[in-house]
C-alpha cells in the first residue's frame, strides 16, 4: 500500500500503538522536574546548566524552551509545570482519541486485529475477541488468523477465505494490511468478515434461477409442442388428448406465478389485516382445496378440528394458504394408498396445527433450509412432483406475520410431522 495514501483507520491504529509513548514522556517529565529542583536547591548545577537543562527538558516535552534571563528556582519550575501540563493535556486528548477508536471498532460487524512490529497482539475489538481471542473462540479461525497475520510483510496485503463447517456452516474472509508511518513498520491489522448469509442468499438465488427457469422453461416449450402437434391432428380422440396436455401444462405455469405473486404478497403484508379468523374453518378448508389431487393418488386425507372451536386474529386467507402449503407437501411426497393427518388443538394459550405424514422424509442435513425460497431437498425428485419450493417459504411468512412460528421433525423414510403454532385469541372475541 502505498505511503501517504493509507487508510485513515490504519493511521488512528497507529496513533493507538503510540500512546503509551506520550504516557512514558510525561513520567520523565515529572523525574526530571525533581531532578532539576533537587540540583537547585542543592547547589549542585550553576545557572548555566540548569539553563541547558531545562532547554532540553522542554524540548522532550515538546515545548518552547526557557527564555535566557530565567534565573532561580522559581522560575525554572513555573516553566517545567507549564511544559509538563502541555504534555499532560497531549495525553489527556490522545487517550480520549484511542478510547474512540476502540469504541468504535467494537461497533463494526467484521472482527479486528492488530499485532506490533514484533508479531504481538496489541488490540481486539468486541468481534475479534469471541472469534479468536476467547477460551470458547473458533480454533481453526484463530490458526488461519495467526498464519496470515505471519505471513504479511511489510508494505503487503494479504487475504485468505476461510470454510468452517460448522454446524452452522460459515464463511469467513480474512484480509490483513501492514501498517507504517512511512519510515517503518508498525504492525499488521486483520479483518474478517463473516460472509455467510451472503453465501447463503447467493445460494438462494441460484435456487431461484434453476428452478424458476425450469418449472416455466418445461411447460412452455411442451405447451408449443403440443399445440404445434395439435394443429396437424385430425383423430378427434387424439386432439382431446393434446388438448388436455395443454390445459395441464397451462395449469402447471399459472401455479408457479400464483406462487410467486402469493410470497410477494404475503412477504409485504408483514401486518396483516387482524380479524378474528376460526381455525376449524381454516383446516377445513384447506383440506378440501387438497382432497383432489390426494384422491388421484389414493391417499387419504384425515383431520381433526379442535374442540371447542379456537379462534386466532389474523388473515384467513394467509392462514389456509399455510395450511394448504403443508398439507399439499405431505401429499406430494407420500406414496399411494397411505394417510396425511391435520390435527387442530390447543396448547395454553397457543394452537396447533399439526400435519402428519408417512412419506419419503426429509434428510437431517437438509431440516435447516427446507423453508428458504425456492430450496428443494431432492431437485430431480422434486421435478417430477412439480411445485417451485415456495410452499414451505410461505408456511414460514404466514407464521411470522401471525407472531407465530413453525417447526418440523422428519426422519429419511418414515415421514414428516409439521406443526404451525399460532397464538390463541378467546371464543368469546368472535
Known sequence: MPTGRRPAMLETVGTVLHLTVLELVVAVAVVLVLLVATALITGRRNSRSLRQRLQALAARLGADPPPKETHGVEEALVHLERATDHAAEAVAEASSEAIRLRRA????????????????????????????????????AAQAVEELLAATAPGAHEERVLELYGPPRRTLVVRADSIDNGQRALGVIAVIDDVSERRRLEDVRRDFVANVSHELKTPMGAVGLLAET????????VAQRLAHRIYTEAFRISRVIDDLLDLSRIESEESPPREPVLINLVIAEAAERVREAASQLHIEVTIEEPDPPVVVLGDRRQLTSAVYNLLENAVKFSPEGTCVSCVGRTEGEDVLVIVEDHGVGIPSRDLERIFERFYRVDAGRSRSTGGTGLGLAIVRHVAANHRGSVQVESREGEGSRFTLTLPRQPRTDV
Not at 471498532?105 to 479468536?132: I, K, M, Y
Open 105 to 140: 471498532l467494537d461497533t463494526l460487524p467484521q472482527a479486528v486485529l492488530v499485532t506490533d512490529e514484533r508479531g504481538e497482539t496489541v488490540f481486539r475489538n468486541s468481534r475479534a475477541v469471541a472469534l479468536v481471542g476467547s477460551r470458547h473462540g473458533d480454533a481453526l
Open 230 to 237: 395439435l394443429l396437424s391432428e385430425n383423430e378427434p380422440q
